[in-house]
């Protein structure tokens, strides 16, 4: 929410939810996860900045992320009654990248993704790779630039970006 105009805005897609500004639109950048080694890799003279400081929680929501979220996938209890009717077309933990440009919204499957991909995309190249460092996925156009991503389940964002195509899939 911001404290201007009280407007409650989705944090993924920068759209306004409700208040005053409803119905508009934050400007979004490219999102991108990676480990210290793939970006020192791309950057050496990148700084990087860490605080060593976890509460107890942290703690304890570090360890859950590692055994059990960052493996399988996991619903918190009481999560998936907060959820709306699910899109079936993938597992709901199916990793990947999705990519939104211009109001269109697609889905890589992280499996399928391979040596890479070559998406015509309204008649532009889209490349989408794995990084050979960390293996996480990202896209990018002929020219160097990057659309706007997310490396993501399934679920999350095929809730935000609703009836969102996926390469190589029938999408119906």
């Known amino acids: 929410m911001d404290d201007e105009t009280e407007t409650i805005w989705d944090h993924i897609a920068g759209e306004a939810m409700h208040g005053e500004l409803t119905g508009t639109r934050l400007d979004v950048w490219p999102i991108t996860m990676s480990t210290v080694e793939a970006a020192?890799?791309?950057?050496?003279?990148?700084?990087?900045?860490?605080?060593d400081a976890k509460g107890l929680l942290g703690q304890i929501m570090g360890l859950i992320h590692r055994k059990i979220i960052g493996s399988r996938g996991f619903f918190p209890p009481g999560f998936r009654k907060t959820m709306g009717e699910i899109d079936t077309r993938l597992p709901e933990f199916t990793q990947g990248l999705g990519v939104v440009v211009d109001e269109k919204a697609r889905f890589y499957v992280m499996n399928e993704i391979g040596d890479g991909i070559q998406d015509d995309w309204a008649g532009r190249t889209l490349s989408v790779r794995r990084n050979p460092i960390d293996r996480v996925p990202y896209a990018e156009w002929e020219d160097g630039s990057r659309p706007f991503q997310l490396f993501?389940?399934?679920?999350?964002?095929?809730?935000?970006?609703?009836?969102?195509?996926?390469?190589g899939h029938e999408n119906g």
């Open 152 to 167: 993501s389940r399934w679920y999350g964002f095929a809730f935000t970006f609703p009836g969102c195509d996926i390469y």
């Open 40 to 51: 020192l890799a791309n950057d050496p003279k990148l700084t990087l900045s860490r605080s």
